[in-house]
């Protein structure tokens, strides 16, 4: 099956050296960048779980770093707030992760895995393609963040306050995503013809 370089993989350096110092600079960028993101919230009246920018962050972190180096930079954001860093957007802590938001912040694993392998596979190039890849890697948030919430408060309540409030938003997000990275992929070329590449 052929696998194409994500955006953070055309930068990345050909020396061993260079390219590990790299990938580890991206991943702790990246899950810093989560954490920002996560600060970027409003919290609903109706629901323990607060809008913010950091699926967002998620989906884009995965889909431009690619799978691995995508859930690595996930795992260090989770490691960073049950650490006590206050990059969670309800507090931090280990009480976080088995509070309402918890299994959002599992999903999040699941869905830089998912938008980071399938941009590998050129998902990320075409704004219908883009669309896909982002819907799958939130279902994922979805499924797991659900299934904790659904736990903690019955099924039905789970889905009034932690999905119904919360689909334009995704929307928009995912219609953002569909924008930039084609985008950033045309640019891309664009440069590179520029240089006779």
Same mark, same amino acid.
Not at 59 to 83: H, K, T
Not at 99 to 124: E, R
């Given at each position: ?7 953070? #993989?055309? =930068? ?5 050296? $260079? ?36 699926? =967002? ?19 260090? $954001?989770?490691?960073? #707030? ?10 931090? #802590? %280990? ?39 982002? %819907? ?5 948030? $979805? ?22 409030? =919360? ?19 045309? %640019? ?8 006779? $590449?």
């Amino acid at each position: 099956m052929l696998m194409n370089p994500t955006m953070a #993989g055309v =930068f990345r350096p050909c020396r061993k050296i $260079y390219a590990g110092f790299y990938d580890i600079s991206l991943i702790i960028v990246g899950s810093l960048l989560i954490g920002l993101c996560a600060q970027i919230k409003v919290w609903l009246p109706i629901s323990p779980v607060p809008v913010t920018l950091q699926t =967002f962050a998620v989906l884009m972190i995965g889909a431009v770093l690619g799978p691995r180096r995508g859930s690595l930079c996930v795992l260090a $954001y989770i490691i960073e #707030g049950a650490a006590g860093l206050p990059v969670f957007a309800a507090g931090a #802590g %280990l009480a976080v992760l088995s509070g309402p938001t918890g299994g959002y912040l599992v999903g999040f694993l699941a869905a830089a895995y998912i938008t980071g392998y399938l941009a590998k596979k050129g998902w990320d190039r075409q704004v219908g393609t883009t669309v896909l890849a982002m %819907l799958l890697g939130n279902l994922s948030i $979805y499924a797991f963040g659900l299934f904790w919430l659904s736990c903690l408060i019955g099924a039905k309540k789970a889905l009034v306050v932690g999905l119904y409030p =919360f689909i334009v938003g995704d929307c928009l997000k995912i219609a953002l995503a569909a924008v930039v990275l084609p985008s950033g992929w045309k %640019l891309l070329r664009k440069v590179n013809s520029k240089k006779g $590449y």
